[in-house]
Structure formats: structure tokens, C-alpha cells
């Protein structure tokens, strides 16, 4: 859902040299490598002799500042703080990404005060410029980050698109403080960028990733507003109108965002919402759509199947049509339809319920659960196990993590060890926020001798080690 900034994650941190036009110097280019293979022992031996025989080369600063990074940095894992990786739609989570990795305001300082150093010696080296944003924003320093925001628009050009990379500093700083934290941040961003409606989408998309759909609806109707829209932010809002059911404005985008695509995928939206509204012209409609390019092969065949389905109008064509990789909110008003003409089929409520709740409508999806809950519609273990466990993150994500509990422990015996794991992670940490130690030392237990097997093993662990050196644990 996101735009894929000019230069993302740590792409600018570990210096390619053909991104900032460093010079291929392959002694820089050899402490690189060694400082990505954890060498930092030699790496600071070569960058101390570079530095010894000039001691304000800023691409020796560089690294030296970079160094220290990553052989400081601390491990999720060790913090105890996994905000956004205990998704249950995430299986593989790695101890040391950088990615969730944060550091300590002391190494943060120890780190800017070299970049500083060198940026004193070449101000519009941007490449120092973004690893220092980068610093403050892994250690949650938001004042400082901000501060820099205009050195970097001073140093950068309109086609760099800087917004965007300093949008991602927010981000970061919503996973390491807060979402009203990093709101402060865009703010400050769209001070810099007030004609740039993408902003709002950006700030909009923090609060939907967070089941605040009030808010996120708010921002995204000033990104509309503002007008000068990209197009992952036309992608955006496509999908929220269609997850909210605001079908006048998801028409208006699906017309904006085909004519500037020029594919003819707005004639797809509008047989889709006529069918939702039962008009019968819906499939006449879907005939004036015709694509041949290659790239929209999947779309093609979508079509396809839509049309065969009214032919037989059975619901096994209907899931014929849910097997394509089409656009989300192609398949959002394709489930919505089929909520409305088979109520009681629980694939269906099923795979609307859990596709809702991937993108973060959980409301709507928590609604769905309890019809297919009671309505009795799992009728196998594998069906009833599914159920439990995304009903138990939607509940937990939407801040019921009470309710959550109940559907947790159906899964604390299940043959499947992700499902088991998850279920004895998200147990076991509520009873440890209630200090229960006791309950949460049951929990943690059942998985976490099993750490290589799945992430919430290792998360497991990881509290259980935790529970320890505190020593709360009667046996630990």
C-alpha cells in the first residue's frame, strides 16, 4: 500500500557508491563489506587508519558513524518491543533485521556527533544527511529528526521528492514512540510540502494500518482535496472506499486513477457496483471492457470469470473468480457481493472476514466473525482452527484483547506450530501485562524451547527469558 521512496529502509545507510556519487573507492567499498559481515573489529581498524591520516574525510566519518550503528543497534527481541512484527499475516521474522532494530539515545548521540562533524566539513552530502534522520528516528529522538527536515529540503531538488523519505522517518518513529508522535512529524513535513496532498495519505494510512478509520478517512479526503495526487495514493484511497462502502468516491478514484493508467479498469469497478446493487445491466456493462496487454493478464481473466459466472450463477463459479491476483478492492466489492447472495457459505464469510482483516477493517470483519459464529458454519477442525485464529487477531487488534483470549485457547493444542505458538505468545504476554507470571511462565513454556520454528517461539522465548533475569519465575 505504500510508494516505494527514492531511496528506502537502509539503502542509504550502508553507502552504495553510485547512489550519492562517492567516489568507487574500493577501500570504502571493503570496509562496507565488512561492516555487513559484522568484521567491525577490522572495519574499525581500516576506518582509524584513514582517519589518522585525514581526520575530516566525511566518507571515513560515514562509516565510522555507520559502524557504530550496527554493532550497537539492539535486537527487538532483546528490547522487547515488536510493534507491527507480531502480525499474525508475517511468518518469518529474523532476530537481527536492521529493519526492527533500534538504538539507544547514547549511541544515537555518539553517532550524530560524527555525521555533524562531517556535514561541517561538506553540508550537502545528502547521504549523511539521510543516515543522520536516520539515527533519530531509530532512537525515537523526534525534536531532533525534525530539526533537520529543512537541511534536507535545502540540500535536495523537487525531483528527489524528499517528503517522501522524511515520511518514512515518521514511520519509524510511530513503531518506536507512538502514531500521535509521528502525526507531529508529518506535520512538520507538510509545513515544508503544503501543496503535497500525498502527505495526508501517508498520515491517513497510519491511522488506517491501526484500525482508526475515522481519522484515516479524514486525512484522506484532504489528501482529495488537495488535488496533485500520486499513484499510489489514488491506490489508496481506492482501496479504503472500497473496504467503507463509499462507492460514489471509489468510482470517482477507479475513473482518475484508469484514465491516468489509461487500462479501462474503471469500467471493471462500475459493472462491479452495479452488480452489488443488483442492476441487471452490470454485465453489459463488463462486455465494453477489453484489454489485451499482458501485464493485465490476471484482470483478463477475473473478467472472464465474472462473466461465465452469470451464466451458470452457482457459487463454485463464484469462487472461481476469488482465485485471480487482481487489485484488492476488485476483490473487496467481488466478496461483498457474495456476502449478500450467500449468506451462509462459510469459505465465503470466512475469506471476507480474514481479507478485511488483513487490511485492517477489523469492525467489519469482527461483524462477519460472530455471523459465522453464529450461524455454527465451521463443520471441521482445520475450519474451526482458521476461525479461531483470525477472529483472536482481530479481536486483539481492535483492542478487545479480552474476548481475544477465548479463540487464543482453542489454539494452544493444535498440530500446527504456528497456529500454537501465536496462541501461546498472545497468551502468555496478557497474563504477563497482568502480572500473572505464573500463567504466563504456562504459556510461554509450551513453545519456547522451539525458537528456529516459528517467530512467536522465539517471541516466547524471548519474554521467558525476560521473566527470568527478573526473577519472577519460581523455577526459571
Not at 442492476?279 to 477475473?302: C, Q, V
Request: aromatic share 14%; net charge neutral; glycine share 4%.
Amino acid at each position: 500500500m505504500f510508494r516505494k521512496t527514492w531511496i528506502t529502509g537502509l539503502l542509504f545507510f550502508i553507502c552504495t557508491s553510485y547512489l550519492w556519487g562517492f567516489d568507487q573507492n574500493p577501500e570504502f567499498e571493503y570496509i562496507d563489506t565488512l561492516i555487513k559481515n559484522q568484521k567491525y573489529e577490522i572495519a574499525s581498524q581500516k576506518i582509524g587508519e584513514i582517519l589518522s591520516k585525514s581526520p575530516e574525510n566525511p566518507d571515513a566519518l560515514m562509516y565510522k558513524g555507520v559502524l557504530i550503528f550496527y554493532s550497537e543497534s539492539i535486537s527487538s527481541i532483546k528490547k522487547g518491543i515488536w510493534q507491527n512484527i507480531d502480525s499474525i499475516y508475517e511468518p518469518n521474522f529474523r532476530e537481527n533485521d536492521l529493519e526492527n532494530a533500534i538504538i539507544s539515545k547514547e549511541t544515537a548521540n555518539k553517532i550524530s556527533a560524527i555525521f555533524l562533524k562531517a556535514l561541517e566539513k561538506e553540508p550537502g552530502k545528502m547521504n549523511v544527511q539521510l543516515a543522520l534522520c536516520y539515527v533519530y528516528a531509530k532512537a525515537g529522538m523526534k525534536s531532533e529528526l525534525i530539526s533537520r527536515f529543512p537541511e534536507l529540503k535545502k540540500f535536495s531538488t523537487a525531483q528527489d521528492k524528499m517528503q517522501y523519505n522524511m515520511a518514512e522517518y515518521a514511520r519509524i518513529i510511530s513503531k518506536q514512540k507512538s502514531i500521535d508522535e509521528a502525526i507531529e512529524v508529518y506535520r512538520e513535513i507538510n509545513k515544508l510540502y503544503p501543496e503535497d496532498g500525498n502527505i495526508y495519505n501517508d498520515m491517513g494510512l497510519l491511522f488506517y494500518e491501526n484500525g482508526n478509520l475515522e481519522n484515516s478517512l479524514e486525512l484522506f479526503r484532504k489528501a482529495q482535496e488537495t488535488g496533485n495526487l500520486d499513484k499510489s495514493t489514488l491506490e489508496n484511497l481506492l482501496l479504503v472506499y472500497s473496504l467503507t462502502g463509499d462507492y460514489d468516491k471509489l468510482q470517482k478514484t477507479a475513473n482518475i486513477l484508469s484514465a491516468e493508467e489509461k487500462d479501462k479498469t474503471d469500467i471493471i469497478y462500475q459493472a462491479l457496483l452495479q452488480r452489488i446493487q443488483n442492476k441487471p445491466d452490470w454485465y453489459n456493462t463488463l462486455t465494453r471492457y477489453s484489454n489485451p496487454n499482458n501485464s493485465k493478464k490476471e484482470i483478463n481473466s477475473f473478467v472472464n470469470a465474472l462473466q461465465k459466472s452469470l451464466v451458470t450463477n452457482n457459487y463454485n463459479n463464484f469462487i472461481e473468480t476469488t482465485r485471480y491476483n487482481v487489485p484488492a478492492p476488485m476483490l473487496a466489492l467481488n466478496y461483498e457481493w457474495a456476502l449478500r447472495n450467500y449468506p451462509d457459505k462459510f469459505i465465503n464469510l470466512y475469506n471476507y472476514a480474514d481479507f478485511l482483516t488483513y487490511y485492517h477493517h477489523y469492525s467489519r470483519a469482527i461483524e462477519i466473525y460472530k455471523n459465522i459464529l453464529n450461524q455454527k458454519l465451521p463443520t471441521n477442525k482445520n475450519q474451526d482452527e482458521e476461525f479461531s485464529f483470525s477472529y483472536a487477531w482481530a479481536l486483539y487488534k481492535s483492542g478487545r484483547n479480552l474476548q481475544s483470549l477465548q479463540h487464543w485457547k482453542k489454539l494452544v493444542n493444535s498440530s500446527n506450530f504456528y497456529k500454537k505458538s501465536a496462541a501461546s505468545y498472545f497468551l502468555g504476554k496478557y497474563f504477563l501485562e497482568k502480572k500473572d507470571f505464573a500463567q504466563a511462565n504456562k504459556y510461554f513454556s509450551l513453545v519456547k524451547d522451539k525458537p528456529d520454528a516459528s517467530k512467536y517461539a522465539l517471541f516466547c522465548l524471548g519474554l521467558y527469558n525476560t521473566m527470568a533475569e527478573q526473577g519472577v519465575l519460581d523455577n526459571p
